[in-house]
T-cell receptor
Framework: NAGVTQTPKFQVLKTGQSMTLQCAQD?????MYWYRQDPGMGLRLIYY???????DKGEVPNGYNVSRLNKREFSLRLESAAPSQTSVYFC???????????????FGAGSRLTVL | RKEVEQDPGPFNVPEGATVAFNCTYS??????FFWYRQDCRKEPKLLMS???SGNEDGRFTAQLNRASQYISLLIRDSKLSDSATYLC??????????FGKGTMLLVSP
């Protein structure tokens, strides 16, 4: 019963390097999300995919790109990493949209990224 | 008013105490409300949804006040294991949720 799996768990990058965070869920959820969490800032939405084949910007999309590869997988790419992108990144999924009374987010364990 | 606002705490309480957290939200059109719990260096996990009529789950009670745009979480008979950060969550539009910055609770022996 894996739920939401993120890789890698830890990564150190140099400024300007690129990388992709991978996320997969095995709950047959329609919606997937990428959040970042910084001290004092709480969780902020980067991008989301309400359903397979769609992606939308969240609150802080600059410097990131996403791909909803299929219903299970939603990846987050940093094309040219910057120190400001040092953060903990969480992937999440939910069965349906946020206004549904049945909507609950299930999070992955997080990916800790440091950009030097 | 910020979209979702919480007192960051920390709330320091002894075991067995009752503690309450409030959270205010700015969007009067919000329809879904939740409390999530986040342990140190872990992912957030759903604690409970908040319904208009209020709801209870064991030692935890959640209330919604639409007129004043706040939700509350009451924890009775606090346990050491309740030590965590409690996140208030409100829907923003159809597909996204907005998280508060969290309230830290520390329960001591």
């Amino acid at each position: 019963n894996a739920g939401v799996t993120q890789t890698p768990k830890f990564q150190v990058l140099k400024t300007g390097q690129s990388m992709t965070l991978q996320c997969a869920q095995d709950m047959n959820h329609n919606s997937m999300y990428w959040y970042r969490q910084d001290p004092g800032m709480g969780l902020r939405l980067i991008y989301y995919s309400a359903s397979e084949g769609t992606t939308d910007k969240g609150e802080v999309p600059n410097g990131y790109n996403v791909s909803r590869l299929n219903k299970r997988e939603f990846s987050l790419r940093l094309e040219s990493a910057a120190p400001s992108q040092t953060s903990v990144y969480f992937c999440a999924s939910s069965e349906m949209g946020a206004t549904s009374g049945a909507n609950v987010l299930t999070f992955g364990a997080g990916s800790r990224l440091t950009v030097l | 008013r910020k979209e979702v606002e919480q007192d960051p705490g920390p709330f320091n309480v002894p075991e067995g105490a009752t503690v309450a957290f409030n959270c205010t939200y700015s969007n009067s059109a919000s329809q879904s409300f939740f409390w999530y719990r986040q342990d140190c260096r872990k992912e957030p996990k759903l604690l409970m949804s908040v319904y208009s009529s209020g709801n209870e789950d064991g030692r935890f009670t959640a209330q919604l006040n639409r007129a004043s745009q706040y939700i509350s979480l009451l924890i009775r008979d606090s346990k050491l294991s309740d030590s965590a950060t409690y996140l208030c969550v409100v829907n923003k539009g159809y597909s996204t949720l907005t998280f508060g910055k969290g309230t830290m609770l520390l329960v001591s022996p």
